[in-house]
Structure formats: C-alpha cells, structure tokens
C-alpha cells in the first residue's frame, strides 16, 4: 500500500526558529496538502498545493508559513519565526484526485 | 465553503453497547462525506466515504454512515463497539468542484467502558 512519508516525527525548536517539515507525497498523486492539529484540538486545514502552486490556503496560512515542491517529490511546509502556539501536529496528505486521500502519519511540532 | 459541525466532543459507551456520532454538514449542494478515525500518536484513518448512490454506507472495523440529506447528516454507527474503538473521530466534508478540499469537524472523543 502507497504512504505518504513525514519526516522528521518529532522536531523541537527554539522559539524564533524556522522549521521544514517534509513530506513524500505518493508519487502519482496530483494534489498535495497541510493540516495543523493543536493539541486536543480539531484538525484544521493550512493550505492546498496543485499544479506547482498554491490553489488555496486558510487564514491561518500568513505569512509566516510558504510551501515547496523543489524536487518532484518533496513537498515542504517551512514556518519561520516559530512562535509557541505553533506547536501542532502537523499532517501533510495528498490525493489522486476525487478524494482519494492519504494522510502521512503527521510530525509534531514543539517550540520551546 | 463547505464546513462540518460534531455535536458531541467526548462520548462514553459500554463496550457491546451501540455507538452513534453525530455530524452535520454546511454546503449548497451534495458534498462528498468521510468519516475518519485518529487513535492517540496516530495518522487519520478513512473509515468510510460518501460520494453518491446508496445513502447507507458500509466501512471498515464495522462502520456505517448514513447520508440524509433532508437533515444535512452523516452519522456513523456501529452496532456493537469493541475496546479497541476507543479513539478519536472526525467528520469531513469535501465539496466536488473545490480543487479536492476537505474540511474537517472538531472530532468526537469515543471512550469505551469496560
């Protein structure tokens, strides 16, 4: 069965810091995604990514978050400047199309 | 856009007890339905979907939803809940012609009872 790899699983930063998540999409999959999950908290979407640019992004998506795809088969979310309420799960999924969804199994962000 | 609302945030039931969460869904047309499950540490799992057709959907671990339309629902249900149910469960919704993009409800944290 095809996965969606997240590394690292676990990232401790300093507040201030810029963080890369990275992601592995699965490799025929067309549509690539940010989800955010706070502690205990519902899982929000951060940002969509289609056709090497972002087709759509949330509020909480500022400037602060920018998303890649450098190399056909990474997809990175990098946050700049951590601030302590950053501190998430954060999943990165990516899908065939018509919803075929597959979810990596998520890096937990702490800053410190 | 499309938006989701989980009623219940934390659910008790006994386990061989049956199990029913609530969802109801905000969009001006039928969206595409999922329901997912997180256990603690864990990815999201996908359960069961609803794109179109028979509105009583059958998914893994004994799972079903059903689509009512007239009340802008999808509950899950299960018949008789296992401790290994115990988890936490998010409705999605996905709107057809919205680039693929779902969104998510609050999740309802399941605890099973000996």
Redesign the interface.
């Known amino acids: 069965e095809p996965e969606v790899t997240q590394t690292p699983s676990h990232q401790v930063t300093q507040m201030g810091q810029e963080v890369i998540l990275r992601c592995v999409p699965i490799s025929n999959h067309l ?1 690539f ?1 940010w ?1 955010r999950q706070i502690l205990g ?5 951060l940002v ?1 990514f ?1 056709n090497n640019e972002i ?2 992004k949330s509020e909480i998506f500022d400037d602060q978050f920018s998303v890649e795809r450098p190399d056909g088969s990474n997809f990175t979310l990098k946050i700049r400047s951590t601030k302590l309420e950053d501190s998430a799960m954060y ?1 990165c999924a990516s ?1 065939s ?3 075929g ?1 597959t ?4 890096t937990r962000l702490t800053v410190v | 856009a499309q938006s989701v609302t989980q009623p219940d945030i934390h659910i008790t039931v006994s386990e061989g007890a049956s199990l029913e969460l609530r969802c109801n869904y905000s969009y001006g047309a039928t969206p595409y339905l999922f329901w997912y499950v997180q256990s603690p540490g864990q990815g999201l799992q996908l359960l069961l979907k609803y794109f179109s057709g028979d509105t009583l959907v059958q998914g893994i671990k004994g799972f079903e939803a059903e689509f009512k339309r007239s009340q802008s629902s999808f509950n899950l249900r299960k018949p008789s809940v296992h401790w290994s149910d115990a988890a936490e469960y998010f409705c999605a919704v996905g709107a057809p012609n919205n680039n693929n993009d779902m969104r998510f409800g609050a999740g309802t944290r399941l605890t099973v009872k000996p």
Do not use: T
């Not at chain 1, 908290?41 to 979407?45: G, I, S, T």
């Open positions: 549509y995604y989800y908290q519902k899982v929000e979407f969509s289609y087709s759509e999943f899908n199309g018509n919803y969804y979810f990596g199994s998520g």
